[in-house]
């Protein structure tokens, strides 16, 4: 009987743990949309990206709450998100969320050079040649920007973003 109680509190214990875990992966996916949102907010493209739309990307499995921003509005233009499965498609978004994983140096590669504002999670993608990079810090979710490098790619990064920065090269 005992073992029985033991085992059963066990299971609850187990399954309360992935609970919480998946509840956690799921709150800070919600934070890194909203940042990408707002990302949108701060970052001037050259004159010749499309007009009405900015397209908000993401290579990797997606953030479930991706679609919370579709439609919405950044600077008069209408959001729009995509799912990309080919890297080379990436040149066509303003903002490409990579997740973390071999799929972050073939967009890196796709994109080089132009007018994408790529976002990952993983260390060392600042140094890959990314320009925005999730870190998560206790429980806090901060970023790191490489701002020479989206100035070379035709980006301007409001100071107020930068301000918000933990590390800006």
Same mark, same amino acid.
């Given at each position: 009987? !005992? ?6 509190? *066990?299971?609850? /214990?187990?399954? $309360? ?8 992966? !799921? ?21 010749? @990206?499309?007009?009405?739309? !900015? ?12 679609? $919370? ?11 729009? @998100? ?14 490409? *969320? ?19 504002? @790529? ?5 060392? /993608? ?10 998560? $810090?206790?429980?806090?979710?901060? *970023?790191?920007?490489?701002? @020479? ?6 980006? $301007? !990064? ?12």
């Amino acid at each position: 009987m !005992i073992r029985r109680s033991c085992g059963v509190v *066990f299971v609850l /214990f187990f399954l $309360t743990a992935i609970i919480m875990t998946r509840a956690y992966a !799921i709150q800070a996916d919600d934070l890194k949309v909203a940042f990408l949102y707002n990302f949108a907010k701060y970052v001037e493209w050259p004159v010749n @990206t499309p007009e009405g739309t !900015i397209s908000i990307c993401t290579y990797g499995s997606p953030p479930g709450a991706l679609k $919370t921003i579709e439609q919405k509005n950044v600077k008069g233009k209408t959001v729009q @998100t995509k799912y990309l499965s080919d890297a080379g498609a990436a040149t066509s978004c303003q903002i490409v *969320f990579v997740r973390s994983g071999p799929q972050a140096a073939r967009i890196l590669a796709a994109v080089k050079g132009a007018s994408v504002l @790529t976002v990952g999670e993983e260390e060392g /993608f600042l140094d890959n040649g990314g320009i925005i990079n999730f870190k998560l $810090t206790g429980e806090k979710i901060g *970023f790191d920007i490489n701002a @020479t490098l989206a100035r070379a790619n035709g980006l $301007t !990064i409001s100071s107020q973003l930068l301000k918000l920065a933990d590390e800006v090269r």
